[in-house]
């Protein structure tokens, strides 16, 4: 009988020790602070005068922040949103699982889930734009700092054209690439944000001209720059030209430009 109860203890002892134990990794929250800051400016002041406007560019203001996890770390895996908040331009204080984050800032909205995290994220942004849409991103260890900042980069041209008396009143300058008009800025311009390219088609009705005559503007462009057309006087209804200058927000470059 002794016997008996001795192997009994002995089994029990033998499963006490092979059975597993769960741990459990908890993350808590932190108190931590995020800057949001755009690097799109205004017109520099050494303008010409004969192309100023008094227009001001509609910059975002808010955005939302999408905190995507750069570890795995208790109940949270790589790549993983954890949370999206709205944030404003400036510094701002938020509470977010301790960990370190891939943290997307912009003010577009897509319809995909998860685009912001593509390679080509900008890209989904349409051709033209009537609106500034920004894109920024950064990686934020909120693991081992309370701070961290996200620069919100403009992938967009300003395309402006000085209205004309020339200009067909009725028809107004259109961008081809994203089949929208241009928006008249209310002091004599017409403006449209475009990316990368930009394919406008002008009408022009010369005094006592039946019907109107297309003119093009066709160019690429580089982001975060401001492109003004100033139309010269044509000498027949035939011919034409345009001046572009290019504002480089620290210096003017200017560029002859034909009519096709």
């Keep these: 009988m002794k016997k008996l109860s001795f192997i009994l203890f002995a089994a029990v002892l033998f499963f006490s020790c092979t059975k597993e134990h769960e741990v459990i990794v908890v993350v808590p929250n932190v108190e931590v602070q995020l800057s949001t800051k755009s690097v799109f400016n205004v017109e520099s002041e050494d303008f010409r005068s004969t192309t100023r406007s008094a227009y001001v560019h509609q910059y975002p203001i808010n955005y939302k922040a999408y905190f995507v996890a750069n570890e795995t770390k208790g ?63 950064n990686v934020i260890d909120y693991g081992t700092q309370l701070t961290g900042e996200v620069i919100v980069k403009n992938p967009w041209s300003a395309i402006m054209i000085e209205d004309h ?32 390219h930009h394919n406008t088609g002008i009408w022009l009705k010369y005094p006592g001209m039946t019907g109107n005559l297309q003119r093009g503007i066709s160019s690429d462009v580089l982001p975060n720059k401001v492109y003004k057309y100033r139309m010269s006087t044509p000498t027949t209804s035939e011919e034409g030209n345009f001046t572009v200058e290019v504002e480089k927000f620290d210096e003017v470059i200017e560029v002859d430009w034909d009519l096709w």
Excluded: C
């Design 75 to 137: 109940p949270y895996t790589s790549g993983q949103l954890v949370t999206t908040i709205n944030v404003i331009e400036g510094m701002q204080t938020i509470t977010v699982p301790k960990l370190s984050y891939k943290v997307y800032v912009t003010n577009f909205e897509h319809t995909s889930e998860g685009w912001y995290t593509w390679d080509d994220a900008v890209d989904q942004m349409p051709l033209a734009s009537d609106i500034l849409y920004l894109f920024g991103s």
């Design 165 to 196: 008396e020339y200009f067909d009143p009725n028809r107004p300058p259109r961008e081809y690439n994203s089949g929208t008009d241009y928006v008249a800025t209310g002091d004599g311009w017409w403006i449209k944000y475009v990316r990368n």
